[in-house]
Structure formats: C-alpha cells, structure tokens
C-alpha cells in the first residue's frame, strides 16, 4: 500500500480515536491551537516564517552543493508540485489535523493530566504519539518527526497557536520534494 494512502489510514483510524477518547473519558477536544488572538496568530506566523525561510534557504544550499557531485539530482527540475505523487494535493489539510492532533488535542490533554506542572512532558509525550504517525516511513524519518514536532510543541508553548508549527510542518514535509532534493 502506498505511503499516501497508510498515512491517510492512520489519520482516519485517528479521528476515530479521539472521537472514541472524547466520549468515554477525561480527555477534551477544545479548539486550542485553532482559535487564538489575531495578535498571537500575528506573531507566531512571522517567527515561523522566518524559520521557514532559513529551512528553504538550507534547502536550497544542500541543493546546489549536491547536484554538482550526483548526476540525477543536477537533472530534476528546480521546482515541482508533485501533487500525483502520495496525494500531496492534501499535504495542507493533513498538516494542520496533524499539527491540531498533535498540539490542540495529544500536548493540551497530557498538560491538563500533569497538571500544567511540567509541559515539557507533554511535549514529549505528544512527539512520541507523533512519531508512531509516520510508522510507515524509515526510522530516520521517524525520528525527524519527532524532533519537528517536540520543537513545534516548544513553538506552541510560547505562542498557543498550531499556525505557525503548521507552516513549519508544511515546509519541511512539503519542499524537499518540491526543490528536488527526494
């Protein structure tokens, strides 16, 4: 089964589940992350698209260095949708129900359990939930993941917006393939 289609399963299977956990126990599902002051939304969008802007410009270096010594990359093209290839033409809802699921819902739920005593448990805990989302990619992958959202979820923290790590999430989820660097 394609990749596409295993990560759409597991979003699906999911939903199911904080339906599931909503109903029959303590967990909330509250719209924290999703609905947050225009001046918060503001910021954290700025900040993060300044980091997106060194990510791409990473990108792009990597890029330019590697195509010198590997023959195929110096072929593809600068820049591609690539929307037939694992429905990336979904790749921006997917990432904000990732980023609400992982933040609004896994980081709001385990700081409530914890009692707000140490939400760096929570991050953690909601970045190893984000981890077994991406089960059907390399363990490197995997582990980025990981890294991306415990940083993301340091990101949600200060700014109670999912806005921003969305953008995050989009631009390094999205753009490699889209510059020619997979």
């Not at 947050?36 to 410009?57: Q, S």
Request: aromatic share 14%.
């Amino acid at each position: 089964v394609p990749k596409g289609y295993t990560s759409r399963m597991v979003e699906l299977i999911g939903a199911l589940l904080i339906f599931v956990f909503v109903k029959f126990t303590p967990l909330r599902l509250r719209p924290t992350g999703l609905v947050a002051p225009a001046e918060k939304v503001k910021k954290t969008i700025i900040r993060c698209g300044l980091i997106c802007l060194g990510i791409l410009t990473i990108m792009v270096l990597t890029r330019i260095v590697l195509q010198r010594t590997n023959g195929e990359m110096a072929n593809r093209p600068w820049f591609g949708l690539y929307l037939n290839v694992s429905m990336r033409w979904l790749y921006p809802v997917t990432v904000v129900v990732q980023e609400f699921f992982a933040k609004g819902f896994i980081q709001e739920n385990m700081k409530r359990f914890l009692r707000r005593q140490n939400p760096f448990l929570a991050i953690v805990a909601s970045s190893m939930l984000f981890v077994t989302l991406h089960l059907g990619y390399p363990l490197y992958y995997m582990i980025c993941a990981g890294i991306l959202c415990f940083v993301t979820g340091y990101i949600y923290e200060k700014d109670r917006s999912i806005w921003g790590c969305a953008m995050i999430h989009f631009c390094i989820g999205f753009l490699p393939r889209a510059i020619g660097l997979k």
